[in-house]
Nanobody, 124 residues
């Protein structure tokens, strides 16, 4: 089973950018559909973006569409989230997640492997 480790979080001013990475430890990264989630204090966890096994298909929440870009490099067992034009409301702990996917183009409806999270704080 894959183990996931996020990195790249930090403190940034509004309007700035960050790139999150999610590194997978197993040998079957390309078998997993992946996603990024976030959870702010007092709020429910929200799926921010998702990507299929092949990287062909992606999904974005309306709140980040046009500002965030999800990508993956199966050769490096790594997924990324490029976050631009950050807003204070983007402040949250960001988690990456994985789900076994039979289809290379499927966006996973649910996830069963989770990373430990990385904090993103956007100051106004």
């Amino acid at each position: 089973q894959e183990q996931l480790v996020e990195s790249g979080g930090g403190l940034v001013q509004a309007g700035g950018s960050l790139r999150l990475s999610c590194a997978a430890s197993g040998r079957t990264f390309s078998s997993y559909a992946m996603g990024w989630f976030r959870q702010a204090p007092g709020k429910e966890r929200e799926r921010v973006a998702a990507i299929s096994r092949s990287g062909t298909n992606t999904y974005y929440a309306d709140s980040v569409k046009g500002r965030f870009t999800i990508s993956r490099d199966n050769a490096k067992n790594t997924m990324y989230l490029q976050m631009n034009s950050l807003k204070p409301e983007d402040t949250a702990v960001y988690y990456c997640a994985a789900s076994i996917a039979l289809s290379s183009t499927m966006i996973a409806p649910g996830y069963h492997i989770w990373g430990q999270g990385t904090q993103v704080t956007v100051s106004s």
